[in-house]
């Protein structure tokens, strides 16, 4: 099953944050073979991490749950709110394998809020400057509760044109990069 997980970043932990990114990185190793897409969100100048994003395909909800609230940096209390949905992969690929690479142009991480009928469910044209996308669901994975993407685009506009704007009860558009080891 795969996950979309968010951590909000704490206003004023960005200290605490910085002192155990090693900490971050050896969990995360752990689930290397299973995470589909990660990166930090970061402020509109690009320097300082507000969030943290990982998606991952786990066995179920319990190793999720496990997965987000045992996360080092967490329960240091470096995070304000998790956001912690089951998620379908629509382009079939991990982040390692987006065509764009690493680096080159501005990435966001764009979040739709559903409400009602589901929308957006396959992925929008240009996929090429997809790099994850699929809807969110519920914990049965049997109701549409929104789509998160990540996504390059010359802004944050064209990054959230990638969903249907009157369909969803809000959109966040995050500048986003890239995370984990190089």
Do not use: K
């Not at 991490?49 to 395909?57: K, L, M, Q």
């Not at 064209?158 to 959109?171: K, N, P, W």
């Amino acid at each position: 099953m795969e996950f979309f997980c968010y951590h909000r970043d704490r206003p004023g932990s960005a200290a605490l944050r910085s002192a155990l990114v090693e900490a971050h990185w050896s969990y995360m190793d752990r689930y290397a073979d299973q995470l589909i897409a990660r990166g930090p969100t970061l402020d509109r100048g690009g320097e300082t991490a507000t969030g943290s994003v990982h998606i991952v395909d786990l066995p179920d909800a319990a190793a999720a749950r496990a997965f987000a609230f045992d996360e080092p940096t967490y329960q240091a209390g470096v995070y304000r709110d998790v956001l912690l949905r089951r998620w379908r992969n629509a382009l079939g690929r991990t982040m390692w394998d987006f065509p764009g690479g690493r680096e080159g142009g501005d990435r966001y991480l764009v979040l739709g809020f559903g409400s009602g009928e589901a929308v957006d469910l396959v992925p929008p044209p240009g996929r090429d400057e997809l790099i994850a996308y699929g809807p969110l669901l519920s914990d049965d994975g049997a109701a549409w509760l929104g789509t998160a993407a990540l996504v390059r685009a010359p802004d944050r506009d064209a990054a959230r044109a990638v969903l249907t704007e009157d369909r969803y009860a809000g959109i966040e558009v995050h500048d986003w990069t890239f995370g984990g080891r190089r």
